[in-house]
């Protein structure tokens, strides 16, 4: 029996995916889309109330990944034997149609201009000397200018609430001094500011920095996107990060894409559907299909494809390509090999502060993208030079509404109660009358440092499972404690009474146990050298031109920004690049 | 599997009604105080747990979370009825962790590595604190006096005392973690009786709509909480 055909097969339904699929029904291809998790849809995991019990969403982790079937192994040094992530706890990846996109926040950036090309820029100003041994800092191979229609597109379809700064040469507003111009403003207004927000903003601005509103792909107003898809105005009922937003405000490729992709006759999705790998033909530089398994019935079936676009969540995106032959692995000994190489995260600590008793803060108002921020200690926008470090943190309050059980067990610690009376009166206390200013970080990427097939634990199929080999570094971790002590004199002018400044701490190693941030990248990079990045400069695959490898995988560094809105302009560009040139006479769109 | 809720009978009736105004006008306490004054005399019957390891988790949980001047204790609360039905779930059985061997123990900050699921933890950190309180204090731990309970849930967390297969750390975190959830989550599951854990912090619940006080300058909030079922403060 011949295998079904397809013009393209694509391997998750996230964003990355849901946008790809997009494009290319667009062009006329036949798509199949992949996702190993559940059908998802707004009116039933979005339907309020159920939509918006805490237990059941973010505590029972109700949207996400269930390890039971599939995880990763993580170490923090390569003398270690690493073990497995069996409870879900440091970093939370989706499934199931939407994917991340579907229980993430909404912070919607763009990425910062000298981002994209970090190596030549440090080089620039402080020489090629400045960068630590052992660290791989890269350009992207792709610069801001070349994307801004892409970052410009994403907003129209995610309805993007901000504030801009320069539009088409001109200063139209309060925006983001630091950020590039931009070709339109946000299709929406930026969302309020909250009472937290607000007094971030008066202190910050005070001390001459430059607070801008958040960017979020929460709906500031009633929106209809590109695709026709709509959006209601967000509510701040605070159920964005971990939950469906129940109002249709928070952008998702359930309600921003799929809603119109489903009406394509050229269009198919299959939930419960595990990718096994991909199959190669016997030269392992063409892909011929994929392999996936009906988790339902536990059968396997093999899809005949003419192109292969993993968009699957970043790590997994990593372990196809491994167990499906794609390229060559990292090996760090003997520095060679490309997937599994810069495998970074991000710096994350939070900062609280308290208030007079006076003064209440209502956590639990809020929405995943509102919030103001200061790009002065991001990216290359301060003097490093003293400094002695590379990367930089955005600073923020990003109030998205604190719901009373993660309040409850993340109270106390630190020398202070965990339970008990005195831990009930400064948990009381913190709800009412705190906030929390987070440094929101880069993490440079090392040779040390990434991830390949770990040699014991497998997965429900069989397969290897991932290993992460992970810890902070100590020019990440000055970074990060450079600008938190730059937060203690904008939390004094806010009127704290009391802060608990957060940082990292020299030798210290990640911890998996704690939340921190789910903005996992790199692994399977982008570059302008086959033998420094899995993929060129398009997202496609150096060795296996017949696949594109889209997600935040593609990042050489993990940047201050959140990354989503980085991944859905790549995912555009990419496409772009595929309708226009590469559908015409496929092959290496650059030359190895 | 999602985790199943406990009183289908209460969440289709309130589901049929939720989209009517006259739902939200009607639904006055009641009905609801009515449901509690039921369930006070007719006390809630363990389904996991024995005689004992309920008395235990009752006590130990109260500690943890006690009465006191800023309001109820998870006693009152029912957090001890919430963790007995959790433990019905798939979550207690292990079910969304990665549970495939082989298990090696490590250093702490990578993670669990214990064999055991939630219910398991709770089987054996129960008998193993009734051993221990036993030797040391001559009774069970419900029996003493809080000092002595104060001082050995200290321990556990502390990480000297050994409960057989299982260390009385991650008994202690497994019990905090599931009180704290208990006195907070929607009382649908059985605990966070009449909002009262709510209450306390100020949560309005299920109201889930704040466009008019997204910044009142520093204002508390003015309303009660509700619960996803209609119940109100």
Partial sequence: MGRTHVDAVIVGAGWASSIMAKELTEAGLSVIMLER??????PVEGAYPESID???????????QNLSQSTVTIRNTMDQTALPYRQLAAFLPGEGVGGAGLHWSGVHFRVAPEDLRLRSSVIERYGAKFIPEGMNLQDYGVTYEELEPFFDKAEKVFGTSGEAYKVQGKIIGNGNVFSPDRSDNFPLPALKDTFSASIFRDAAKNAGYHPYALPAANASRQYTNTYGCQMGPCNFCGYCSGYDCYLYSKASPNVNILPALRQ???????PNAHVLRVDLDHTKTKATGVTYLDTKTRKETSLSADLVVLGAFQFNNVHLMLVSGIGKPYDPVSNTGTVGRNFVYQTITSSRVWLPSSTYTNQFVGAGGAGVAIDDFNSMNFDHGPLGFVGGSPVWVNQAGVKPIAAAIGAGGGGTPRWGSAYKNALINTYKHSLVIDAHGSNMAYRDVYLDLDPTWKDVYGQPLLRMTFTWKDNDIRMNQYVVSRIEPIARAMGATKMNLVHLNAGQPFDTRNYQTTHLGGGAIMGDNPQTSALNRYL??????????????AFPQGMGYNPTGMVAALAYWAAHHIRTTYLKSPGPLVKA | MEPTLNRPLRRSFVKGLLGTTSFWMASGNASWTAALAAEAAHPYQPTFFDTMEYRFVEAASERLFPADDNGPGAKALGAAEFIDRQMQTPY??????????PFQQGPANLGYQLPFAPRDLYRKGIAGVEHYTRQHYGKGFADLPAVQQDEILTALEGGSVQLGEVPGRVFFEQLRTNTLEGTFADPLYGGNRGLGGWIMLGFPGAKADFMDWVNQEGAPYPLAPVSIAGETA
Avoid at chain 1, 264 to 270: A, M, Q
């Fill in chain 1, 264 to 270: 394509d006759p050229g269009f198919t999705l299959i």
């Fill in chain 2, 92 to 101: 207690a059985r292990g079910e969304n962790w990665y549970m495939s061997g």
């Fill in chain 1, 54 to 64: 805490e237990l059941r969403g973010a505590v029972r982790k109700r949207l996400f």
């Fill in chain 1, 37 to 42: 998790g559940p059908e998802r849809t707004t």
């Fill in chain 1, 540 to 553: 496609q695959s150096w060795d296996v031109s017949n696949v594109f490898v889209i997600g935040s995988n």
